[in-house]
Each structure stands twice: as structure tokens, then as C-alpha cells.
């Protein structure tokens, strides 16, 4: 029963939000991969960053739903409207550039958590993806903690291969940099 946070950074990938990264952030794009491919106009796409952090901080960053937006720049809100135990509903709003065209996207996402292990998402709108989850991986290896992001997402309507594969991966590095920042800030203090 992944959290809020974790949903929503989804649905950020998706965006494709288009504002600049603190130069910290866009530094880190040598420490963080992203590979996507496509299945019959689905991409999938997978991402991974080690920071040398505690699993419990970055657990901390990845359920916190209320302040998501303050650090990941394409959420524009995001509202626990259920809550029991592992299992969380959330109503995020995203906006961002898909292809210089300024979009809106609203997404629910019903979110399951296994407490520092995995969080896993699905948007069940299915107002602009026919479909959308994904989860969150966590692991400690060497004194770091590695994060593990997968998507599965297919717009509602046809996208060419080649543009909705750079706005997925372009979106998916600057949401795991996003998360990596505030890991490490929070890190630090």
C-alpha cells in the first residue's frame, strides 16, 4: 500500500513538467537512471538512484503526500481523501508542458505501503491514462539506500513513440532528482 507521495511523483513523470532544476539537481543526472521502453503504446519505464541516506529518511520523503509539492515542482496539489492503515486514496493535481502545450492532469491515486520496502500506485481515474501504476522500491546496500521507480503508463489517445518517449524520461530523471534533493536535504538537516 504505497504513499501519497510516492503516486503522485508518478503522475509528475508523466506531466513532463518543464521548469529548471537547481544546478545540484541537474548534477545528479550521472548518479540516476532511466530507462523507457513502449509495448503497443504503453511506456514502461524504470528508474534508479542510490543516495547515501537512511531508508528511513527517504522512506519519510516518498510518503510525505501534504508537502509533496513543495519539492516536486509539477504537483500543484495533492489531498489524502482516504486513509486506512496501508492503503491510501489520493486526488493529485499536476500541470506541466506535454509537447509546448501548457496541460492539466488530475489524477486518484489508490496507493498500497509495505513500510520501507515498496510502495505501489494506481491511478483509478483513468481520466488521462488508460493506464497508470507503478510502485517505489527501497533496499539499503553498502550504507546507501537504493530507490527503484517503474511505471507503466498509457495516455488516453495515441502518442508518437519517439516524443512520448523524451517527455516520459525527461520527466522521469527530473522527478528522481527532485527526490534525490530532498532526501539529502532532509539528510543534512
Known amino acids: 500500500m504505497p504513499p501519497l507521495r510516492v503516486m503522485t511523483l508518478a503522475s509528475i513523470l508523466l506531466l513532463s513538467g518543464t521548469s529548471a532544476l537547481p544546478k545540484k539537481v541537474a ?10 521502453h513502449s509495448q503497443k503504446g504503453t511506456f514502461l519505464i524504470k528508474g534508479e538512484f542510490y543516495v547515501k ?13 501534504a508537502h509533496i509539492s513543495d519539492f516536486i515542482g509539477s504537483v500543484n496539489s495533492s489531498e489524502i481523501l482516504e486513509h ?3 492503503t491510501l486514496l489520493i486526488r493529485q493535481e499536476i500541470s506541466g508542458k ?3 502545450i501548457d496541460k492539466a492532469f488530475s489524477l486518484k491515486l489508490l496507493i498500497h505501503e509495505y513500510p520501507r520496502e515498496m510502495i ?3 491511478d483509478i ?8 501504476e507503478g510502485s517505489w522500491q527501497l533496499s539499503s546496500v553498502q550504507g546507501k539506500t537504493r530507490v527503484i521507480y517503474q511505471l507503466k503508463a ?25 527526490i534525490r534533493l530532498e532526501i539529502i536535504r532532509r539528510t543534512a538537516g
Request: net charge positive; hydrophobic share 35%.
Open 27 to 36: 548534477q545528479s543526472h550521472c548518479d540516476t537512471f532511466v530507462n523507457i
Open 53 to 65: 541516506a537512511p531508508l528511513s529518511t527517504t522512506w519519510s520523503v516518498l510518503t510525505d503526500y
Open 84 to 86: 486506512e492503515k496501508t
Open 98 to 100: 506535454v509537447f509546448f
Open 120 to 122: 505501489s500506485f494506481t
Open 125 to 132: 481515474s483513468q481520466k488521462n491514462f488508460a493506464v497508470y
Open 154 to 178: 498509457k495516455p488516453t489517445g495515441w502518442t508518437p513513440w519517439i516524443l512520448g518517449k523524451r517527455v516520459f524520461k525527461s520527466n522521469a530523471r527530473k522527478l528522481l532528482d527532485e
